[in-house]
Nanobody, 122 residues
Framework: VQLQASGGGLVQTGGSLRLSCSAS????????MAWFRRPPGKEREFVAT????????FYAEDVKGRFTVSRDNSKNMVYLQMNNLKPEDTAIYYC????????????????WGQGTQVTVSS
């Protein structure tokens, strides 16, 4: 599967953005999908994951209650709705996919999009 993330941009503290990740290929519904991010000068970190049918969803602690991950298998899309954004959410956001199951660690994901920049100004 090939992935392409979009929807990043510059937003003020407290604002919202919706990231989208489009997937090519007919097997999208077989993939567990996830969002990761790489803040400036830091390592890549887990944000959220959603299993094949959307029935299992997990979030990193610092985004719980603010971010919502969802998917539309009919459109080969996965989304990340980000509300109440904070400056510490500034990062390059990546969507990723894998066939094993729900995982929080980046090495488990074999398919990655190119990343989209999110900048939250204070």
């Amino acid at each position: 599967v090939q992935l392409q993330a979009s929807g990043g941009g510059l937003v003020q503290t407290g604002g919202s953005l919706r990231l989208s990740c489009s997937a090519s290929g007919h097997a999208f519904r077989s993939y567990t999908m996830a969002w990761f991010r790489r803040p400036p000068g830091k390592e890549r970190e887990f944000v959220a994951t959603i299993n094949q049918n959307g029935g299992r969803i997990f979030y990193a602690e610092d985004v719980k209650g603010r971010f919502t991950v969802s998917r539309d298998n009919s459109k080969n899309m996965v989304y990340l709705q980000m509300n109440n954004l904070k400056p510490e959410d500034t990062a390059i956001y990546y969507c990723a996919g894998q066939l094993v199951g729900v995982k929080h660690d980046a090495p488990a994901y074999g398919y990655w999009g190119q990343g989209t920049q999110v900048t939250v100004s204070s």
